[in-house]
Structures are given as C-alpha cells and as structure tokens.
C-alpha cells in the first residue's frame, strides 16, 4: 500500500513516527503551519517556527527517506490581534520561495470572529497574489456549519482564486457537500475526538463520491494518530473495497491536489 499524508503537523511528533509512517507505504508528507499549542508573542517566533518547517524538518523527514512540504500562515486561533498577524503575514511573501512550501494554509475561522475573517481575507489576497495554492482549517463542532459558509463565501470574492486550488479540510457529513457543490476539494480529517472515525470517513465517501476528496490524520500534540490513514484503508478493505479504490483515495487524489505545485514531487 502506498499513501500521501497531505496534513500532519510533524513539528510535534516523534522520529518513530516518521519511521513508522513510511513502514507504513507513506510516500510524502505535508505539513500546514498551524498553533505551536500557545500563543506565540511576536512575529520573530513564527519567523524562527517557518524556519523550521521550510529547513530543519525537511532534514528530519530525509533520514527516514520521506519527503517533507509545508504550507504558511499564522493560524487563526491566533488572529484575533491583528496587528501580530499582519507582521506575520508580511514575513510569508519571502518565503514562498522555499523548495518544499507548497502554498498558504491552513488558513481559515477558529470562533468565526471579525478579526478572524479579516485576517483570512488578507491571506487570500496573499494567495491570490502569489498564485498559492490554498489549505482552509473549518471550525471544530458547533460553528463548523457557520464557519464554512463565512469561508466559501469569502473565497468566492477573489476571482482568481480557483476553487480547484483550495482545499477545505475537516469536513463533516453537514459541511462536504456545501464544499464539494461549490468546486472546491474537501478533506476528511481523522481524528479521534473531535473530527471523523474511519467509519464516518468512509460513509461520507460513500455518500459524496471520492472524487476531489482526500483522508489525513492532521497529527499534532493532541490525542491523534499519525497512522491514521493506512489504518483507513484497512477498513476500507474490510468492507470490499479493492487495492486501485483504496490507492485513489490515499494516493492519487492527494497527488492530484498537491502536483498543481509542480514542486510536489513523489
């Protein structure tokens, strides 16, 4: 078997779990900036955490053979002081440039405040400038519906941000046809508490069709699972699914999605 994780926060695992994960037939991982689990105090310390993701843990990811891509953003569990994140965002327009910095993300609504959307605007706008492809984190639980509206709507008013190039993740079985009917691509987060269970995953794709969708484990320093994907797929086998369904979910739609960078290699 062989998959793509498209959102692992890597910065917060292990080596073992590099290890494992290509044991695993893991062939690249992708990693969004996202909450270091505090609130940073000033732009000098996600300059120093892009720093990391754009240098250190691609070097970490090589000893275990894995390709390592990272996207940028301050996050919006930290966008209520906007005036941070405006010194954050200035820092990402030189970075783009770095070989394994696949667009902006995961950008998007936290408690779906003004500030928050505000700083989402800017980032697509950045986006828009630069010709980034987009990763979008939806709310958790109850204002995920709200929140994913607020999000579509603001997309659609950057003309040339096409909705092919942005994917919506954490999706639910409420928000991915809101999604998925608008163009854009929708991501199934496998998480244990808070977002969906292999079963879940599965029954949405069963639901929505699996084209334009991707599963990832969004591991981070919470309870979460590094593994799990490939532990999805063996549901998938449990329940009939053969090897070319499994390998177009875990590994070609990814690969759709990311190639529009033509950096992603694999």
């Known amino acids: ?105 995961e950008i998007g609504l936290n408690k779906n405040s003004r500030n928050e959307l505000l700083i989402l605007e800017k980032h697509l706008q950045l986006a828009a400038d630069h010709d980034q492809l987009v990763l979008v984190h939806t709310p958790h639980l109850e204002d995920k519906l709200k929140g994913t509206r607020l999000i579509l709507d603001a997309i659609q008013n950057f003309s040339t941000l096409r909705p092919e190039r942005v994917i919506i993740d954490h999706v639910e079985e409420h928000t991915a046809p809101l999604v998925l009917d608008r163009g854009f691509w929708a991501g199934i987060t496998l998480y244990p508490e808070s977002k969906a269970t292999p079963h879940r995953a599965i029954d949405m794709l069963e639901l929505y069709g699996h084209e334009h969708i991707w599963l990832n484990s969004a591991c981070d320093w919470g309870h979460s699972d590094p593994l799990a994907v490939p532990r999805t797929a063996l549901e998938m086998r449990r329940r009939g699914y053969d090897a070319n369904f499994i390998d177009q979910i875990l590994y070609q739609n990814p690969l759709q999605f990311l190639s529009q960078n033509p950096r992603f290699k694999v």
Request: net charge negative.
């Open 1 to 105: 078997m062989r998959y793509i994780e498209p959102h692992g926060h890597m910065v917060s695992r292990t080596t073992d779990d590099y290890q494992a994960m290509v044991m695993a037939g893991c062939a690249a991982v992708c990693e969004p900036a996202f909450w270091a689990g505090y609130d940073r105090k000033n732009a000098h310390g996600f300059y120093d955490y892009f720093l990391q993701l754009t240098e250190y843990e691609p070097r970490r990811a090589k000893k275990y053979h894995l390709p390592h891509y990272t996207w940028l953003c301050i996050n919006p569990k930290e966008s209520e002081d906007t005036k941070l994140a405006d010194d954050v965002i200035a820092l990402i327009p030189d970075l783009l440039s770095k070989p394994n910095v696949l667009g902006i993300g």
